[in-house]
C-alpha cells in the first residue's frame, strides 16, 4: 500500500459518490413465491421512486410485469405495503395513481382496472380461488374525519364488486384464508395502540361473502401480528406475551410457545403484507430472528420446537424489514445483508444442491470491502443507570489520514419511528461520511426494536427524554473513549429521527449542528393534523392529548427555539402526508427570525422519505457542504453551495 497523503478529517477524497449511492440502486419489497415461479417488488429513484412487480421463472430468466406508466403501491395506513399478490398466472395490484386493483398477467398485458372505487385502498390480499374472490385490508377515504378500515372482499369475477366482511375496529391487518378455505384469521387493533402496543387476532368461519362466529384467539395487553396456516390447517402467529416477539401455535383452544428465546421473531409492523417465518414444507417453518441487533435465519420443529440456525454461503446479519420472509414448497424468499454487502434477494431452496442464491441486488456495487467502515456494536450507560445499544462506524479510507493529535467529527443518527432500529447492513449513505473523515454513532435509542419488549416500552411516555440523553450520552461515550472530537458533533435524523434531533439541539447544548428530514417540530401539530394510522401515537409516546397538551408544549422544539443556538439543516418533502411540510416549514421561519444560521431545502413531488434520485443525491451533498461551512474544512470534490441565512 503506498503511504497515505496527510488531509483534515472531511477533507478526504472518497470513491463513495451520491451518484454511486443512487445509480442502479432500487428498494427491494413485498415478495411472493408462486408454482415455481417467485415474485418481488422493486422501488427504483432513477424512476421517480415507481415501484413495478418483477419475476423470475425456474430457468432463471427475470421479467418486469406492469408497464412502466403502473406504480405498484398502496397507501393503505399511509405505509403500504401488501400491494400485489399472485394466482396461477395472474398479478393483482394496487396502482398508486388511483389505488385500485388491477390485473394483469405474466406476459405482461396491459392492466385491465378491477375496482371502481374511488374512495377506497386496497392492501395485503389473500386469494380466495373457490370463491373467486380476494380478500382484503380496505380504507375507505370518504372525507369525513379519519378513513374507515375494513377487512374487504373484491368479486374478481363481478365487476370487482367491494362487500365489508369485518368492521368496527379501527384498523385491520394480515388476513389469511385457511387451506380448506373455510376459515379467515386476521388483526385487529383500535385506537390509541399501536400494532406494537395490544392487538386482537380472530378467526371466523368464511362463507360466500360472510363471516360468522368471529372468536378472539389471543391479545389482552400483547402485541399479536402475522397469523399464519400451517399446511394442515393449524393457526400460527407473532406475539411478545413473552417479552419477546415469539412464534406461537393455537390449537385445541391453546397458545403454546415454540420460540421461547429471547429474540424478535419480526419488528414492529408499520407497513403490511410482511411475515417473517413461513411454512417451507409439511413439518418445517423456515424463519428470521433478531438477537441484540443481528439476525440469523433458522429452521424450527414446530413439534419439537427445535431451532437450527442455517449455515449459508454469505454472512447476512439483517433481513430487512420491508420485505421478510416467505416460504413454500421447499423455498423460501428473503432479502438479507451484511456490513460488507448490500441487501439483496436470496433463495434457499431445500431441494437444490446450490441452497443459497442471490436474485437480485439492491445496489450494483463496485467498491472494494477496503473502503467500508465496519460497524462496531457498542454498548453505555444511560440515563437511569439503564444500557444503551448503537453501532459505531470510524473513519476509515485506505489513502488518506488525518493530522497527528487531531481527532474526526462526529455524526449521531437518531432513526425514524420512533418505534424502529438502525440497520447494520452495508448502507453507502454511512460510508459516504465515514471514507471521507467522519465518525458515526447509530443509535438505537430506548424505544428500539430488536432488544425485547420492555426495552421498547422503555419510551413510552419519555418520547424527546429518554432518546435525547440516549443520543447525548452516546456522544459523551465516545468522547471519554477519546475516539471523535467534542466540539464536532452533529446530530441528523428523518422523521421522528428528525424530532429527536430537534430535541437535541434545543433542549440541550450537546451538539455543533443538526439535520432534520421531514422532522417533527411540533408535536401538538403532528397531534392534531398527520393520518390515522398515527393519530394517536403520541398518546403512548408523550401522553394523552388533549388532556396533557402541556407536556406536548414543553417538548416541542419549534417553543424553544431560544435555547437553539446551532446551525441547522431543513430538508422537506412537499407532499408529505405524515409529517406536513409546515412543521419544517415553520421551523425554518423561527430559526431564520431569531438569527440562527438555518438553511431549508425543500422537494417537489416528494412524500415521507425521499425516492427520486436527483433528490436523495442533492440532500446528502447539501449536508455534507452545511457541514464543512460549520466545521471549516473543505471537501474534496467541488459541491454546489448551499444558501445559508445568518451565516
Given amino acids: 500500500m503506498p503511504e497515505k497523503k496527510i488531509a483534515p478529517y472531511g477533507s478526504w477524497k472518497s470513491p463513495i459518490t451520491t451518484e454511486s449511492i443512487v445509480s442502479d440502486s432500487i428498494s427491494i419489497g413485498d415478495l411472493f413465491i408462486s408454482n415455481e415461479n417467485i415474485f418481488w417488488q422493486e422501488m427504483r429513484p432513477t424512476e421517480g421512486g415507481r415501484s413495478t412487480i418483477m419475476y423470475q421463472t425456474s430457468d432463471g430468466s427475470k421479467n418486469e410485469i406492469i408497464p412502466k406508466s403502473y406504480n405498484a403501491r398502496t397507501r393503505v395506513h399511509e405505509y403500504g405495503g401488501g400491494s400485489y399478490l399472485v394466482h396461477e398466472d395472474e398479478v393483482y395490484f394496487s396502482d398508486f395513481s388511483n389505488q385500485q386493483i388491477h390485473k394483469t398477467n405474466l406476459a405482461g398485458g396491459n392492466p385491465a382496472q378491477i375496482t371502481n372505487e374511488p374512495l377506497l385502498r386496497f392492501a395485503d390480499g389473500a386469494m380466495d380461488a373457490e370463491r373467486q374472490q380476494i380478500i382484503y385490508v380496505g380504507e375507505n377515504h370518504d372525507n369525513k374525519d379519519e378513513p374507515a378500515n375494513y377487512i374487504v372482499s373484491v368479486d374478481i369475477q363481478n365487476d370487482g364488486k367491494v362487500t365489508i366482511l369485518a368492521s368496527g375496529a379501527d384498523f385491520y391487518a394480515s388476513p389469511v384464508i385457511s387451506p380448506d378455505g373455510r376459515k379467515l384469521a386476521w388483526v385487529q387493533w383500535n ?51 413473552s417479552g419477546w416477539w415469539n412464534i406461537y401455535r393455537y390449537s385445541s383452544g391453546k397458545s403454546y410457545n415454540l420460540t421461547p428465546i429471547d429474540a424478535e421473531f419480526t419488528v414492529a409492523q408499520w407497513g403490511l403484507g410482511t411475515r417473517f417465518y413461513g411454512f417451507i414444507n409439511n413439518n418445517q417453518i423456515i424463519c428470521s430472528y433478531n438477537s441484540l441487533g443481528f439476525w440469523k435465519t433458522a429452521l424450527l420443529d414446530p413439534v419439537s420446537f427445535e431451532l437450527f440456525d442455517l449455515k449459508l454461503d454469505v454472512d447476512i446479519t439483517e433481513i430487512n424489514k420491508f420485505s421478510g420472509l416467505k416460504a413454500c414448497n421447499g423455498r423460501a424468499l428473503f432479502v438479507g445483508g451484511s456490513p460488507e454487502n448490500s441487501f439483496a434477494l436470496f433463495i434457499y431452496d431445500m431441494r437444490s444442491r446450490r441452497k443459497h442464491q442471490i436474485v437480485q441486488e439492491s445496489a450494483k456495487n463496485t467498491i472494494e470491502a477496503i473502503h467500508f467502515s465496519k460497524p462496531q456494536p457498542v454498548k453505555y450507560v444511560t440515563t437511569n443507570a439503564q ?39 452495508l448502507n453507502l449513505g454511512i460510508q459516504y461520511w465515514t471514507s471521507r473523515g467522519f465518525a458515526i454513532l447509530d443509535v438505537n435509542y430506548r424505544g428500539s426494536t430488536g432488544y425485547g419488549t420492555e426495552y421498547r416500552k422503555a419510551l ?32 441528523r435524523g428523518g422523521s421522528a429521527g428528525g424530532f429527536t434531533t430537534l430535541a437535541c439541539l434545543a433542549f440541550t447544548d450537546f451538539f455543533a449542528a443538526g439535520a432534520s428530514y421531514y422532522g417533527v417540530s411540533d408535536l401538538t401539530a403532528l397531534a392534531e393534523e398527520t393520518h390515522k394510522f398515527e393519530s394517536r401515537y403520541l398518546d403512548s409516546m408523550v401522553g394523552k392529548y388533549p388532556e396533557e397538551r402541556q407536556k406536548y408544549l414543553d417538548r416541542s422544539p419549534i417553543n424553544h427555539t431560544e435555547n437553539l443556538s446551532c446551525p441547522v439543516i431543513l430538508f422537506q418533502g412537499l407532499e408529505d402526508k405524515i409529517v406536513l411540510p409546515n412543521q419544517s416549514q415553520k421551523m425554518y421561519a423561527s430559526l431564520k427570525a431569531k438569527g440562527i444560521p438555518v438553511s431549508y431545502l425543500e422537494f417537489e413531488g416528494e412524500q415521507h422519505g425521499f425516492r427520486k434520485s436527483e433528490n436523495i443525491q442533492r440532500a446528502l451533498e447539501a449536508e455534507f457542504y452545511f457541514y464543512s461551512q460549520v466545521f471549516g474544512f473543505k471537501p474534496f470534490d467541488p459541491i454546489e453551495a448551499v444558501q445559508i441565512d445568518n451565516n
Fill in 191 to 241: 385506537h390509541p395502540s399501536m400494532p406494537w402496543d395490544s392487538t386482537e387476532l380472530y378467526v371466523a368461519d368464511l362463507r360466500h361473502s360472510e363471516l360468522h362466529n368471529p372468536q378472539k384467539i389471543a391479545g389482552d395487553g400483547e402485541s399479536v401480528c402475522q397469523p399464519l396456516w400451517s399446511p394442515n390447517g393449524i393457526l400460527h402467529y407473532i406475539s411478545d406475551l
Fill in 387 to 425: 444500557e444503551c445499544h448503537a453501532f459505531y462506524y470510524p473513519p476509515n479510507n485506505v489513502a488518506y489520514r488525518a493530522p497527528e493529535g487531531t481527532k474526526p467529527p462526529l455524526v449521531i443518527l437518531s432513526h425514524g419511528g420512533p418505534t424502529g432500529a438502525t440497520s447494520n447492513t
Fill in 460 to 491: 413510552n411516555g419519555n418520547w424527546g427524554i429518554s432518546d435525547v440523553d440516549d443520543c447525548v450520552n452516546g456522544g459523551n461515550y465516545l468522547v471519554s473513549e477519546g475516539l471523535i472530537d467534542p466540539e464536532k458533533i452533529a446530530i
